[in-house]
C-alpha cells in the first residue's frame, strides 16, 4: 500500500481502511499469542500500513482546517 494511492481515497475510505486493519492487527496479534501465527512479520507490515494510513489521514484533516 503506497501513500500515493491512500492520498486518493476520500476521509471515509481512509477511516474504513484503518478500521479494517486494527481488527486485522486484533487477529494478528491473538494468532501470535497463540503460536499459529508462523510469518510474525505480518505484524510489523500490519503497524507500518496502520501508520501510514493515519498519516494521510491526518494530512487530509489539516488541509481542511486551513
Request: proline letters at 0%; a positive charge; glycine letters at 4%.
Amino acid at each position: 500500500m503506497n501513500a500515493s494511492e491512500l492520498r486518493e481515497k476520500t476521509l471515509d475510505q481512509l477511516n474504513e481502511l484503518l478500521f479494517s486493519l486494527r481488527e486485522e492487527q486484533f487477529r494478528l496479534r491473538l494468532q501470535h499469542t497463540t503460536e499459529q501465527l508462523g510469518q510474525t512479520h505480518l505484524l510489523g507490515l500490519n503497524k507500518k500500513d496502520i501508520a501510514r494510513v493515519k498519516t494521510v489521514r491526518d494530512e487530509k484533516v489539516g488541509d481542511r482546517s486551513s
